[in-house]
């Protein structure tokens, strides 16, 4: 089971660390486990205006280009990565990938308003002491508005100890940055999330979109998720939008900006200039 061979691998690594402490070597399948930095792509999923099909901005999704198993999506390794710490190591690298990306296609692309960049947090990003100013550094290295960089933050995080999380949500909302709720709906009390925590913009749940239009009571919650986010100054960005018909349902309904395969799947950077240099 997912399990057992989790646990293994964890065995696996930590006599592999232990191996290299000792100075003596470690085999080849032990590392495989972990990817290197070379092996990492940062893919770009576009999130677009729904009553335009505009691009306004993208998400930052890390993919593991393996030597053996082809491309990755984060879903494979990222768990274990949290599990042995690394994390951290590799959302830092993905804002160091995306946020200068988002200066050079703001530069090149240059539109009213700017276009955004999405980049996902982890729990472990919240322990880490460095991350406000990591993330104020490559900022200002990048010269962007940082409004224009969207942190998204999944219900999971908010678990945690909430003084120092509320403590770090005011230190972002310092700097100027965006914040964005991620998977909304998916949780226990998203309602007490909105309430407590200063958000910009709530991702909505592909869980919901996936029920549009035909299910009467997802389109009257979303509708009134909509509502309740806009007398909030929140925006709604709905994730996973497939069909047409969902497209259509959302905006119909108060909702502004969506991402999904209808629009485009997460790309490697080159298509995304494709694809700005095209509008
Ligand atoms: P997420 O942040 O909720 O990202 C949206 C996920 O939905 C992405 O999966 C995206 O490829 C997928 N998606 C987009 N449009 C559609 C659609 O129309 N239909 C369906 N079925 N799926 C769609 P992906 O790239 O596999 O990423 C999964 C999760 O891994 C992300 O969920 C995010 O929580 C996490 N993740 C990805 N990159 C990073 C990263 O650099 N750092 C951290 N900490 N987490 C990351
Ligand atoms: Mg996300
Ligand atoms: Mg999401
Ligand atoms: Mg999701």
């Known amino acids: 089971s997912a399990w057992v061979t989790k646990t293994r691998a964890i065995q696996e690594l930590r006599d592999a660390v232990l191996r290299v402490a000792a100075g003596l070597p470690v085999t080849i399948h032990e590392l495989e486990l972990l990817p290197t930095f070379d092996q990492l792509v940062p893919y770009y999923q576009p999130i677009v205006a729904l009553e335009s099909g505009r691009i306004t901005g993208f998400e930052a999704l890390i993919r593991w280009r393996h ?55 982890s729990a472990s990003d ?17 010269n962007i508005d940082p409004a224009d960089l969207v942190l998204e933050v999944t219900e999971l995080i908010l678990l945690g100890d909430n003084a120092h999380t509320l403590d770090l949500f005011t230190q972002f909302k310092s700097l100027g940055v965006t914040l964005a709720l991620d998977d909304f709906g998916t949780a226990f009390s998203s309602l007490s999330y909105v309430r407590r925590f200063p958000f910009d913009h709530l991702k909505l749940d592909i869980s919901f979109t996936s029920e549009l239009p035909h299910s009467t009571r997802s389109m009257l919650l979303v509708e009134e998720i909509c509502h309740l986010a806009t007398s909030m100054k929140m925006g709604v960005i709905a994730e996973g939008i497939e069909r047409q018909e969902q497209a259509d349902a959302l905006r119909g309904i108060g909702c502004r ?18 694809l700005l240099a095209a509008e």
Request: with cysteine.
């Open 67 to 121: 030597p053996e198993r082809g491309l990755l999506g984060p879903e494979a390794f990222l768990p274990f990565m949290e599990e042995i710490g690394f994390i951290v190591e590799i959302d830092r690298w993905v804002r160091e990938q995306a946020i200068p990306q988002l200066g050079d296609w703001q530069q090149h692309f240059p539109r009213t308003p700017n276009i955004s960049m999405h980049v996902n947090l």
């Open 126 to 142: 919240f322990l880490d002491p460095a991350i406000v100013h990591s993330i104020s550094e490559i900022v200002k290295d990048s």
């Open 257 to 274: 900006y969506g991402q999904g395969y209808l629009f485009a799947r997460p790309l490697p950077a080159k298509d995304c200039e494709r």
